[in-house]
């Protein structure tokens, strides 16, 4: 609700959502996980294989940058 | 008197007409959508936007409108998820995409913010040193400020002073009219897309990269949505939560416009770019030292509000997976872990900052990576939540024209991001210079 109007005398009044009263929201919590197509299904694989991929390139990376490989072929 | 009995059964206001009741209602709804977007032009926006300006003039000014769509399209999906539904993103991702993606997206946000949140103190450190501050002084204090500013367990109070910090940030427009840019130059580079003169080199292409990385980043896709949460918008708010947002990417894109404008400055008086802090330092023989000290001080403005935003993302998302109480209406002993884990952010970022030879380039380099491989990913999870029919009804999904320009960010943000990838692997793909 976030105003009424009062009909007889055409004014309105308007509640700040923290006043307001709770409204119901659509939590989805007894729905679980999400039903996903096949081909939805690989996406989200092939996705999480390049995250793995690119978290590791970038940990080769910063390491490199930190002078450890480095230090390493000095020894 | 219907009227009457309205007004004394709940804590509303009487407004006589539908315009001052629309406008009533967004001031009472503004607030998430201006601080998501203010608060992201935090200290390493303002490092990257005074940098593209002192580096390349006037020229980059176009990407930042072409962002400008593209943060109000993200932005009002988290911000329609979570009036929908009522609940953080880091929750909806734990319950519709299992505990692996859960976890992922939660450690991911973590790191990132938490590396993001040493340059907002690294930038507070540089910036108060400059006006002649210890940062062994200046650090602290400002840690026990952003953790003051959240204890007080109210919501509004804390949205009302963020929105006063939010505000501050007019005084880039001020800075950047006293640096006299030729406004022509940059009216036509700001709608007409054009590069340098000079062949692409690597710096350009970061540099790109990192404007776009910096104006739309992972946190905000969880703060927000958390944040219309906790503010327990209504359904009924979506019109006005959705004028919040573009009100604040409007006003983001703005100041980092004036940004770079006030780095441009550095860039037609050839002065070589370090970091902001010197650079305010470098100008003000040119343009007088308030801009030195507004920029100073807007450098820690940009900081306390990076600061605030991140490490409540971090803590609702927390919160939401843990199943914690997590709500800025709540005092500390109703909602401890909650408020734990803000303090943790704040007070573990500010320590690694005294740190003495901290890595920073290091951590720089990662915060920029690790935001560029989370972001598109982030929002394919958003557009996939954004099409659960299942969750939000027919009503709430989006239309199809919705996920037409949606795909085309994702496709442009993970071109960018395999860039990224192929920049780190492969240094001397494009000219140094």
């Known amino acids: 609700m976030i105003a009424q109007k009062n009909p007889s005398s055409d004014t309105f009044i308007v509640i700040h959502p923290l006043d307001d009263a709770p409204e119901v929201k659509r939590t989805g919590e007894h729905l679980g996980e999400m039903e996903m197509t096949r081909g939805v299904r690989t996406l989200l694989l092939v996705l999480r294989g390049y995250l793995i991929l690119m978290i590791a390139l970038l940990g080769y990376h910063i390491l490199d940058l930190a002078g450890v490989f480095s230090r390493h072929l000095h020894r | 008197m219907i009227g009457n009995n309205l007004q004394s059964a709940v804590p509303g206001r009487v407004v006589n007409s539908a315009r001052k009741q629309r406008i009533l209602t967004f001031l009472m709804v503004v607030g998430p959508g201006l601080i998501v977007m203010e608060a992201d032009n935090d200290a390493g926006a303002v490092s990257t936007y005074t940098q593209a300006g002192a580096q390349y003039g006037t020229h980059l000014l176009w990407v930042l409108l072409l962002l400008l769509p593209i943060c109000y399209f993200v932005q009002e999906m988290v911000a329609r998820l979570g009036i929908v539904t009522g609940e953080g993103h880091a929750a909806m991702i734990y319950r519709r995409f299992g505990s692996w993606w859960g976890t992922f997206s939660l450690i991911d946000l ?23 501050v210890s940062p062994l002084i200046a650090v602290p204090l400002s840690a026990v400020a952003l953790i003051g500013l959240v204890f007080t367990g109210s919501y509004l109070r804390w949205e009302r002073i963020v929105i006063g910090l939010c505000l501050l940030d007019v005084a880039w427009f001020v800075m950047a009219g006293i640096c006299a840019p030729h406004w022509k130059d940059a009216a036509i580079h700001t709608v007409v897309p054009n590069l340098p003169k000079g062949p ?65 400055a550095a860039y037609r008086h050839q002065i070589p770019f370090s970091d902001p802090a010197q650079m305010a330092a470098d100008l003000a023989p040119s343009v007088g030292p308030f801009v030195k000290n507004a920029l100073l001080l807007m450098m820690v403005n940009a900081a306390v509000l ?29 909602a401890p872990g909650f408020y734990i884990v803000y303090g943790a952010c704040v007070f573990g970022a500010a320590a690694v900052v005294l740190i003495p030879k901290v890595p920073l380039q290091l951590v720089i380099v990662s915060v920029q990576v690790l935001a560029g491989l989370m972001l ?14 299942q969750l939000l009804g027919d009503e709430y999904v989006n239309r199809p024209w919705n996920n037409w320009v949606n795909w085309i960010i994702i496709t442009v943000l993970f071109l960018l991001s395999l860039l990224l990838g192929a920049q780190v692997a492969l240094p001397n793909l494009f000219p140094a210079s």
């Not at chain 2, 990385?213 to 949460?229: E, M, N, R, Y």
């Not at chain 2, 991140?310 to 199943?323: Q, R």
């Not at chain 2, 598109?376 to 029919?389: E, G, K, T, V, Y």
Request: charged share 15%; net charge positive; proline share 2%.
């Open chain 2, 110 to 132: 973590q790191v990132a913010n938490f590396l993001t949140l040493v340059t907002e103190f690294a930038a507070i450190s540089l910036a108060m040193s400059k006006l002649g």
């Open chain 2, 200 to 264: 692409i080199s690597s710096s350009l292409v970061f540099m790109i990269i990192a404007i776009v990385g910096t104006t739309i980043a992972p946190w905000q896709l969880f703060f927000q949505q958390s944040c219309v949460a906790d503010k327990r918008l209504r359904m009924s708010d979506l019109k006005f939560a959705r004028w919040d947002t573009m009100l604040g990417a409007i006003f983001t894109i703005l100041v980092g416009g004036a940004m770079i404008l006030v780095g441009d």
């Open chain 2, 306 to 334: 990076g600061t605030t935003a991140i490490s409540l993302s971090s803590a609702w998302a927390y919160g939401e997976v843990k199943g914690w109480p997590h709500s800025l209406h709540r005092k500390f002993k109703e």
């Open chain 2, 376 to 389: 598109p990913s982030a929002i394919i999870f958003l557009q996939l939540m954004l099409n659960d029919r």
